[in-house]
């Protein structure tokens, strides 16, 4: 099944060059002259109705004069002509192109007119288009350099994808001293087409491409790019470096939180939820490069620092903690390995102090023993040219020959320049990173235990809402649709706390009065001592007028309660409308924590759910976490531990530990509001009080408005949730259940086990090519689905009280158009009872209901009975053109 529609990008056996010129300094001399200089294995044509002849080869005016099989269009031209060219190659079968013309700028109103039309073209001849604006793509497996301006990368295992081409150009010029390869390079320019997304998805399964570099200016589609950025870290890693993180951004003001969601959190959020790593400079970016393209990863955050020198070792320690790793504790056996290889004097300690004349053997017996330490998860190792020292390059040479018999990473710093040029060259010639100074070697050890704790974060899948005490979803909407018939986007206290009780989030109970009569009975009725608040759809928050009475305990207390916040409220907000007050009993303050939750719109990744210290000092205390829904168990522990606040959750100064079970119920409760109901706009609620019996809402604030008419249910999230509401129990004809649910992560083992149980030939038949299981990077991208784009719905029975998968259909969509390609197996020994079918039916349920018209599948000749299903099913059989032993099945939904 194919994921990608760019591979021409990268793999074109035949290239034409629109644009190619005689002129020096043409944009499409410097193409067609980069192009021919780099030994390119396919086909190479120049187009240019101007020349008969351009560099020496021939030169044709059109695709009409060439009449030849072209792959990929490089387009060189003034952007007027491109939206033509374009027709002309879709008239010839050309299914990608690079555009490096400039003067399509969105700001300008011509040049976003031309840039409109370019895309309509590229769409009405289903070409993909990179650009415009672009330096190009590289391959230099290919020899492919259709870039202007840089000469042929080194050919590797790293892939770079820019959406600035002068960054391009400063990280290849970096990389070639380093003897850094790249596996491909991809200027995006304006991206009015292909985006990360496209080409993240072709390099998470190109089999060229260890590890992927990002460089982000700006995200146009949040779903699409975090839908790419997923698939493509599930299995291999991904550095982003994102600029433009200090502007204002969209500050809301709808509520506290709202200034908390600026881009430069919400990214980071994201990235977290994304399993990539995250850098902030483009120096970080060339450090992560090289310790990812070593191929080791950090199996934990444990790190031992070796040192000929004091001063540098503290460094890299300081650097260490700062950036959340954790100097290993050796084993016994370590010190003792330690103590015999290394002078009496040394640090007896992590780090390991070598001493200033350190000799190559005494590097070597340190580095051995460390690595052999169970507790070590990582090594660096560093070398100042001092005095006394030895020989660095010896030295080097032992650490290269340690490295060799380890998987554990490590990375190395000899510092300084003239005395180590050698040993610099030696680790890049090994593949062994090393840098410039000890802070940046840690922090590239940290990029690398970064990966593995966001991978952790990445395999989260949130599952349905919560099966007992089920919310009211329904109730809740009714709720704000009465709110928003009546002209107003925001609840009041009561309307506010109903929606979140519909929810099963703890309140406190509220009652709205409009005299003092009124709060004097509800305070009778609720029980003193009770708390009173300004009511008011005008007034953010309360405390802007004082607008809250603590621990009243009497008829006239409640009186001048009343009285004194509805006069000051009046008088320090004239054109608010005041409604009364609401009357709520007192929450008991014995160990109390005061804390917030809020929800707030990022205008790029939608819903950000914000958690920290609450109350009226929360803007001082500034400690708040953000997490991008769905959240679950894992991510919601994994927000609260990030928080100051967190502890003092524990039991301290007499007071019992916090019910953190309880909070993480009413986060959890939170995501499933902000998934089900994409009218909440902006939520907080504050304070929420929590002690060692419950955790209970005592203020809440929502802002709501209507969802685009054309808006999925969860269209409104950069995360598609985990779709509960597929799943259904099914009787089969002999009497026996069917349960059909999604794939979720932790399907994997059974997963597995599946496709173990099959007949070989039903492996042949599913794959097309002899296998005996799934490998791990399959079993991965099988069981790790992003819903937005795909669907795997398995099949299960119960098999003495276990599930058991009996089959998967599973389709994905084809990027850019309104059509998916799918896939089917049952296993050998529940064939003949209907699951084939029912299978099918409900994926292609869903399809339709996705909006995708067109199903299609490859079907060897030679497996009867898939085509006799497909036949019932209604699908159109048709034999391959280039493959008789391959038939095709479509069928329009």
């Excluded at 396919?42 to 072209?70: F, M, S, T």
């Excluded at 590229?122 to 492919?144: D, E, F, H, K, Q």
């Excluded at 790293?158 to 850094?180: E, I, K």
Aim: contains cysteine.
């Amino acid at each position: 099944m194919r994921l990608s529609d760019v591979d021409q990008l990268f793999l074109p056996d035949a290239v034409a060059v629109f644009g190619a010129s005689e002129r020096e300094d043409a944009l499409g001399a410097m193409v067609l002259r980069n192009l021919l200089a780099t030994g390119f294995k396919g086909q190479c044509y120049a187009i240019n109705p101007k020349y008969d002849e351009v560099q020496g080869r021939p030169c044709w005016a059109n695709l009409a004069a060439l009449d030849k099989h072209i792959d990929l269009a490089l387009i060189a031209t003034p952007a007027e002509a491109v939206p033509e060219i374009l027709d002309q190659c879709g008239g010839y079968g050309v299914r990608a192109a690079v555009v490096h013309s400039a003067g399509f700028a969105e700001k300008d109103e011509r040049g976003a007119v031309l840039q409109e039309r370019m895309v309509e073209a590229a769409r009405r001849n289903r070409i993909r288009v990179l650009g415009p604006n672009c330096l190009g793509v590289m391959r230099p497996s290919n020899g492919l350099n259709a870039l202007f301006g840089p000469e042929l990368a080194r050919d590797g295992r790293v892939a770079l994808v820019s959406q600035s081409g002068a960054v391009c150009s400063a990280m290849l010029d970096w990389a070639g001293p380093r003897r850094l390869g790249f596996s491909a390079v991809v200027s995006l320019g304006a991206a009015a087409d292909v985006d990360f997304g496209d080409v993240l998805d072709y390099l998470a399964l190109d089999p060229k491409t260890q590890s992927i570099l990002l460089y982000v200016e700006g995200i146009r589609n949040a779903r699409r790019f975090m839908s790419g950025l997923r698939a493509a870290a599930r299995l291999k890693p991904v550095v982003v470096v994102k600029s433009g993180r200090r502007p204002a951004g969209s500050r809301a003001a709808l509520s506290h939180t709202g200034a908390w969601v600026g881009s430069p959190e919400v990214f980071s959020a994201a990235m977290e939820r994304s399993g990539a790593v995250q850098v902030e400079r483009l120096w970080q970016l060339f450090a992560a490069a090289q310790a990812f393209n070593a191929g080791r990863r950090l199996a934990g955050d444990r790190i031992a620092i070796i040192t000929n020198g004091g001063g540098p070792g503290v460094l890299a320690a300081d650097r260490a903690v700062e950036r959340g790793l954790r100097l290993a504790q050796f084993t016994d056996a370590t010190r003792s390995a330690l103590e015999q290889a290394l002078p009496r004097h040394w640090s007896h300690n992590n780090p390991v102090d070598v001493i200033g004349d350190a000799s190559e053997a005494r590097y070597r017996a340190a580095l051995d023993a460390c690595l052999k330490d169970d507790n070590v998860d990582g090594v660096v190792v560093l070398l100042a040219p001092v005095a006394d020292c030895g020989d660095p390059t010896a030295s080097a040479e032992q650490v290269i020959a340690a490295s060799k018999h380890t998987r554990k990473p490590v990375l190395t710093s000899w510092m300084g320049q003239a005395s180590v040029s050698e040993s610099h060259q030696l680790f890049s010639e090994a593949g062994v990173p090393h840098f410039e100074s000890p802070e940046v070697a840690v922090d590239a050890m940290s990029y690398l235990a970064e990966y593995t704790r966001n991978q952790k974060l990445l395999v989260q899948s949130p599952g349905p809402l919560s099966q007992q005490s089920a919310p009211d979803v329904e109730g809740a909407r009714l709720i704000i649709e009465g709110v928003m018939a009546e002209g107003r986007k925001t609840l009041g206290t009561i309307e506010a706390k109903a929606v979140l009780s519909a929810f099963r989030i703890p309140t406190t109970q509220a009652v709205m009065s409009r005299s003092p009569n009124e709060a004097l009975m509800a305070a009778q009725a609720l029980g003193y001592p009770v708390v009173v608040k300004i009511s008011s759809p005008d007034l953010e928050h309360k405390s802007d007028v004082d607008g809250v009475r603590l621990n009243l305990s009497d008829a006239q207390t409640i009186r001048r309660a009343y009285m004194e916040l509805t006069e000051r409220a009046s008088r320090l907000r004239p054109e608010a409308h005041i409604e009364g007050v609401t009357v709520e009993h007192m929450v008991p303050a014995r160990a109390a924590r005061e804390l917030m939750v809020g929800v707030c719109r990022d205008p790029v990744f939608g819903p950000v759910i914000s958690f920290g210290a609450g109350g009226t000092d929360m803007e001082l205390m500034l400690d708040q976490t953000l997490g991008l829904p769905p959240l679950n168990a894992f991510i919601i522990q994994t927000m609260i531990a990030h928080t100051r606040v967190a502890r003092l959750m524990g039991a301290y100064s007499n007071k019992p530990p916090m019910n953190r079970q309880a909070l993480a119920r009413i986060l959890q409760r939170v995501s499933e509001m902000v998934c089900e109901v994409p009218e909440i706009i902006a939520m907080e609620v504050n304070p929420l009080i929590g002690n060692d019996l419950e955790v209970i809402a005592v203020d809440a604030r929502i802002h709501v408005d209507y969802r685009p008419p054309q808006q999925s249910l969860y269209g409104h999230m950069a995360i598609h949730p985990y779709p509960a509401h597929l799943m259904e129990r099914v009787p089969l004809p002999d009497g026996s259940d069917l349960t059909i649910r999604p794939i979720r992560p932790e399907d994997a083992e059974m997963e597995q086990n599946f496709v173990r149980g099959l007949s070989e030939q039903t492996k042949y038949f599913r794959f097309m090519q002899a296998i005996k299981e799934l490998s791990p990077e399959m079993l991965v991208r099988f069981t790790q689905i992003d819903y937005d784009r795909e669907m795997a719905l398995i099949g299960v029975m119960q098999d003495n009280g276990r599930e058991e998968q009996v089959g998967v259909a599973r389709y994905m969509t084809r990027p850019g158009g309104d059509s998916c390609e799918f896939a089917i197996v049952v296993a050998d020994h529940v064939r003949s009872r209907g699951i084939g079918a029912r299978l099918m039916s409900s994926l292609m349920s869903n399809a339709r209901a996705r909006g995708l018209r067109i199903m299609e599948g490859e079907v060897l000749s030679a497996n009867s009975r898939m085509l006799a299903l497909m036949k019932s099913l209604g699908f159109r059989i048709a034999t391959d053109p280039n493959d008789t032993s391959v038939k095709l099945v479509t069928k329009v939904l």
